[in-house]
């Protein structure tokens, strides 16, 4: 009875969790800003802030699954969005229309930024997110003329090209690591936004895996090329919050130190999306090779 007494504060009201919120937001900050972390008073802060943590994490844990199974169901009630989610081929339209557009964009914004600020760093990340964008408009162009599963032979073709052309991203990931290393360039991103990006790069590098291993399993040489694509930018993109986080935080680790890190993942990067590449070239062309001779005996 006493445990069940104690739990029962763990579900405060909503107001008294906003409140707390609030509360507990303020005073750290002026815990923060003012130096004030060894004070006695500030321990207090400490432990009603671990409390309020709690109780938001417990009424999330209470609350989300609930609204989430409410808004899947609305979603799937509706035809554009069942069918989003039930029809991989579909799925795989939009979002390769999707990156296309974000694609263009960066590599835009980069170019303009290069011109801007005289300075090549922007203009690799332009060549990168170009060859992104290359790919995904073949695979768009394919998709729309010809469409998933109706030519094996040109869907191979197209995914063995995009093979190749995933090979050169290599020469834009070379050029950013040795502009990281010996002309201090990266990305920096300040106070809280780090941890968003962070969450966000973890999140989208966890769903590139995910996905690799399930479209694999459709056997469509499209789809599946379209995730090695998601997988390779979003390793990419770990690279760049490695450099990030060592700006932010690696004042502590010497510039040697954090430039054997950089290389070392760059090196590793480098070697994966090389072994996709690869791996994707040398089983489209495999099959590609078979069909081709049952056509000729078939003749």
């Not at 502009?179 to 809280?192: A, F």
């Not at 690799?212 to 056997?219: A, D, P, S, T």
Request: proline content about 2%; some cysteine.
């Amino acid at each position: 009875m006493e445990w069940k007494k104690l739990i029962k504060y763990l579900y405060p009201p909503l107001w008294v969790i906003i409140l707390l919120v609030l509360i507990c937001t303020a005073a750290l900050v002026y815990t923060f800003v003012g130096g004030y972390e060894a004070h006695p008073a500030a321990y207090f802060t400490y432990v009603l802030s671990f409390y309020t943590l709690t109780a938001v994490v417990m009424r999330c844990i209470k609350v989300v699954p609930k609204h989430y199974r409410s808004a899947k169901e609305k979603v799937y009630d509706n035809p554009i969005g069942n069918r989003y989610f039930t029809d991989h081929k579909f799925k795989t339209h939009v979002t390769l229309y999707r990156n296309l557009a974000v694609n263009i964009l960066y590599a835009g914004v980069n170019i303009v930024s290069g011109f801007l600020y005289h300075t090549a760093w922007f203009f690799v990340l332009a060549f990168y997110y170009g060859i992104l964008a290359v790919m995904r408009f073949l695979l768009v162009k394919f998709v729309n003329h010809i469409g998933i599963g109706n030519d094996r032979l040109k869907e191979l073709r197209h995914s063995r090209l995009c093979g190749y052309i995933l090979l050169t991203i290599n020469l834009a990931l070379s050029g950013a690591v040795l502009m990281i290393l010996y002309q201090n360039k990266g990305y920096e991103y300040h106070g809280i936004l780090i941890y968003v990006m962070a969450a966000y790069t973890f999140y989208i590098t966890t769903v590139a895996i995910v996905n690799l291993v399930k479209y694999r399993k459709l056997g469509s040489p499209v789809m599946s090329m379209t995730k090695i694509i998601s997988m390779a930018a979003s390793l990419v993109s770990m690279l760049s919050l490695e450099t990030a986080m060592f700006s932010q935080f690696g004042k502590d680790m010497s510039p040697e130190s954090q430039r054997i890190f950089i290389a070392l993942t760059g090196a590793g990067v480098s070697i994966i999306i090389v072994a996709m590449s690869v791996y994707s070239i040398i089983k489209n062309s495999k099959e590609i090779k078979q069909i081709m001779e049952n056509n000729t005996y078939g003749e």
